[in-house]
């Protein structure tokens, strides 16, 4: 791929706010009954937000993709805090290790926000995506779709810190 993709905060990139929202919404909102509405104002509170944040992948004006930091993603896990969510890379864009460069630019934010401990939920089949990334599944066949749960430890350890992304 030759395109420069770049990471920005949703802060910086307000003008993408509306078209994550959109993919959000296709992507896991929308079969739960939420509205497009429900969801940009979910992002525009995040983007609000000292605890919780919105990453964008783009190059120039073009939306790449989306990640976020939210307190809590599963009510049957509601005692563990924070979460990666919402990972998203556009169709023409994956395989090329967007997606690997959010994850990574999460845990850099996050651990410059004070964190050190990170969980995120997923399908069974994005399993080789998030050990590959050196996360640990620590529990499985949750609900009726079976997900996984994966924990991020140790993050400062873990991640490099030297990046000034966001
Ligand atoms: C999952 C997703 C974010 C991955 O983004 P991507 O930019 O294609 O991923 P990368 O190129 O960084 O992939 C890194 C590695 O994970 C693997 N991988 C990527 N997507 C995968 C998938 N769906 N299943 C299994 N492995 C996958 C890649 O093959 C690559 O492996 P390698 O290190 O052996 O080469 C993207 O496919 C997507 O947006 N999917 C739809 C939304 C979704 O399911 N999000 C996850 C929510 S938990």
Not at 3 to 14: K, P, Q, S, T
Not at 41 to 68: C, N, Y
Not at 125 to 130: A, H, Q, V
Request: aromatic residues 8%.
């Amino acid at each position: 791929m030759s395109a420069e993709i770049a990471i920005a905060n949703l802060r910086n990139r307000a003008d993408m706010l509306e078209t994550a929202a959109n993919r959000i919404w296709h992507a896991w909102s929308k079969h739960r009954g939420l509205t497009l509405k429900q969801v940009v104002q979910k992002l525009q509170r995040i983007k609000a937000s000292d605890d919780e944040f919105t990453l964008i992948a783009h190059t120039g004006d073009m939306f790449v993709g989306t990640i976020s930091l939210i307190k809590s993603d599963l009510v049957e896990r509601s005692n563990l805090t924070p979460w990666i969510a919402a990972v998203w890379v556009e169709n023409d864009f994956r395989k090329h290790r967007v997606g690997s460069a959010l994850v990574k630019a999460a845990e850099r934010l996050a651990i410059s926000n004070g964190r050190d401990v990170l969980y995120l939920c997923c399908a069974p089949e994005l399993r080789p995506f998030y050990s590959g990334l050196g996360w640990t599944e620590i529990e499985t066949n949750i609900g009726k779709s079976g997900s996984c749960i994966f924990k991020r430890q140790n993050l400062k350890v873990a991640v490099s810190t030297d990046s000034d992304l966001c």
